[in-house]
T-cell receptor
Framework: KAGVTQTPRYLIKTRGQQVTLSCSPI?????VSWYQQTPGQGLQFLFE???????NKGNFPGRFSGRQFSNSRSEMNVSTLELGDSALYLC??????????????FGPGTRLTVT | GENVEQHPSTLSVQEGDSAVIKCTYS??????FPWYKQELGKRPQLIID?????GEKKDQRIAVTLNKTAKHFSLHITETQPEDSAVYFC?????????????FGTGTKLQVIP
């Protein structure tokens, strides 16, 4: 099976702009979670989508949003970019077969730099 | 919300020695505890996990122990090798009724010295 893919891999934006990141999960996986990784804060949970519905959300401002399509692909949008949004954004997919089965497989990430 | 503390933040061991990384969590509802290994410039990869109904799990040179009463779990790597050098993250996950929330530890940078 192909792994989790993310596009683009690298992105440079300026403050105030918006950005959309894309994640394609492993075939058959219905859950996609998004994380922000920074050197100082580690891995921070943004949100999870399952069957096109947001199931849970981390402690991020409303500028961070996402959605999931019927084919399980997911997009994450960040509006009004700030310098502090510079980070590696990782998505992870999971089959989510049951509450007890939650192995996550990470994509390579999108490196976002805000100038 | 859940709070996960991970120690130490950096760890250097000689090749062949053992390495132990410890995590504590605050939410007793957490019931799934994965460990991820992230090599430099690469994505995190699941290396082992444990569920709340199990006290210990082993997979070759790595093992994880869970103490639900004390709310802590640990990763043990024996006979360390240079390729074990990476950042290791623990996580505590609450799964219930179709909802999940995962909290990661801040990571441990393990260096195995040949």
């Amino acid at each position: 099976k192909a792994g989790v893919t993310q596009t683009p891999r690298y992105l440079i934006k300026t403050r105030g702009q918006q950005v959309t990141l894309s994640c394609s999960p492993i075939s058959g996986h219905r859950s996609v979670s998004w994380y922000q990784q920074t050197p100082g804060q580690g891995l921070q949970f943004l949100f999870e989508y399952f069957s096109e519905t947001q199931r849970n959300k981390g402690n991020f401002p409303g500028r961070f949003s996402g959605r999931q399509f019927s084919n399980s692909r997911s997009e994450m949008n960040v509006s009004t970019l700030e310098l502090g949004d510079s980070a590696l954004y990782l998505c992870a997919s999971s089959p989510r077969l049951a509450d007890s089965s939650y192995e996550q497989y990470f994509g390579p990430g999108t490196r976002l730099t805000v100038t | 919300g859940e709070n996960v503390e991970q120690h130490p933040s950096t760890l250097s061991v000689q090749e062949g020695d053992s390495a132990v990384i410890k995590c504590t969590y605050s939410d007793s509802a957490s019931n799934y505890f994965p460990w991820y290994k992230q090599e430099l410039g690469k994505r995190p990869q699941l290396i082992i996990d444990i569920r709340s109904n199990v006290g210990e799990k082993k997979d070759q040179r790595i093992a994880v122990t869970l103490n639900k009463t004390a709310k802590h779990f640990s990763l043990h790597i024996t006979e360390t090798q240079p390729e074990d050098s990476a950042v290791y993250f623990c996580a505590a996950t609450y799964l219930s009724g179709g909802y999940q929330k995962v909290t990661f530890g801040t990571g441990t940078k393990l260096q195995v010295i040949p």
